[in-house]
């Protein structure tokens, strides 16, 4: 009869000190090593799926999401939004003649009328907004110096080589350098109502809290903090090659809003991901709850038509629009969720239907002798 023996030794991979045919030490076992790791007898847990379990969580999701996605769409509808084209394309536009001249600061003026049927309540935010402008592009996003948009004096002087060929101009250094920093969005827009005897009130617009705080306050810094010497700490630099005034002057009536803590400036520089996209421009504070902040009725919308964008087919527009507790308007996030909700819950219902149908089958069926 043959015997077999268990040794513990030989089960992690030692050996009792027998002796192979090839000598001493010959033998040794390549088996793992006897734990629970390496013999993988870990404890672990697999997830039966019954219609007790599944069916229960495709109608809970189901009556979840649907309320939450009809609110969220509800609530998207109920913003106020206009948007106003201002590019000139058309030969009536208003912008027409402006939009022929390929020029970055040619000074040239339209006034753009419009009407708003429904009133814009709580604040209103004015947006412009670009089409077929590709702010991702990798070279144009790596196009910039953040040390010295930071305050740092030793690359104000001596900007990054990721700024080429924005760096210097004239043998002097560019301030701030950068393809994205030269194609700073310039247009000048005012806001005015018109009465019905035909006099105009402009609208005023605030152009400060438009940016991130954190923008604002720690990626953005004037060299050397001194905000009231702008114009001796930028001395030694130069205007980028697209722009008609240096960057101690884009706000040279609010130190606290010029050189590269303007507001305008840093909204353009966070660049967008897509290449339609709007960048916040001004607010219109609501004055008081009696009367709405942007009545039905005429406007007009003057422009100092500077941002060249019919080289490259592109649109400039202008957005009017009001926000709620989850942003602006986007009803993409309502629709995302009742569609789940809807499909999980018609699944749940056609899943309950077949195991009603065909569960009991085979628990109910007889096995013959």
């Known amino acids: 009869m043959m015997a077999s023996s268990y040794n513990a030794k030989e089960e992690d991979g030692h050996h009792s000190g027998s002796v192979g045919p090839g000598g001493p030490g010959t033998g040794k076992s390549k088996k793992p090593d006897n734990t ?28 979840i999401f649907i309320p939450i996605g009809i609110g969220l769409f509800v609530t998207s509808n ?36 419009f009407t708003l049927e429904q009133p814009f309540e709580s604040n209103v ?16 996003v790596k196009s910039r110096d953040d040390s010295q948009l930071n305050g740092d004096k030793r690359f104000l002087t001596n900007p990054s080589k990721e700024c080429e060929p ?19 969005f310039n247009d000048t827009l005012e806001l005015y109502y018109v009465y019905p005897n035909g006099t105009k009130t402009a609208i005023h617009l605030v152009k400060t809290d438009i940016a991130w705080w954190t923008d604002k306050h720690v990626k953005f810094r004037n060299p050397a903090g001194n905000n009231d010497n702008l114009t ?39 660049t967008a991901a897509l290449p339609t996209f709007r960048k916040l421009h001004r607010i219109i504070q609501k004055k008081d709850s009696l009367t709405p902040t942007l009545p039905p009725g005429n406007y007009t919308l003057d422009i100092a038509y500077n941002y060249p964008v019919r080289s490259f087919d592109g649109r400039k527009r202008m957005i009017l629009s009001t926000i709620s507790w989850m ?33 009991n089958r085979s628990s109910n069926a007889e096995i013959p002798n």
């Open 166 to 184: 924005y760096r210097m101009n004239d043998k002097m250094p560019i301030a701030p350098c950068g393809a994205i920093a030269n194609s700073l």
């Open 327 to 359: 942003g602006g308007k986007n009803p993409f996030l309502g629709i995302a969720y009742i569609t789940v909700g809807s499909v999980c819950f018609f699944l749940g219902v056609v899943l309950l239907v077949i195991h009603h149908k065909y569960g």
């Open 232 to 270: 001796i700490t930028f001395q030694e630099t130069t205007n980028p090659i697209n722009w008609h005034k240096p960057v101690y002057e884009l706000d040279p009536t609010e130190p606290d809003n010029n050189g590269f803590i303007n507001e305008d400036f840093i909204v353009w520089m966070r």
């Open 36 to 63: 629970a790791f390496k013999q993988q007898r870990l404890p672990a847990w697999q997830p039966i799926l019954t219609a007790g379990t599944v069916l229960p969580a495709f109608f809970a999701i189901g009556l």
């Open 125 to 140: 935010f004015m947006y412009y907004g670009l089409s077929n402008f590709y702010q991702n592009h990798r070279r144009y």
């Open 78 to 113: 109920n913003i106020r939004e206009f948007e106003l084209d201002y590019t000139g394309v058309e030969m009536s536009s208003p912008c027409f003649n402006c939009s022929q001249t390929y020029s970055w600061n040619n000074s040239c003026r339209c006034s753009v009328p």
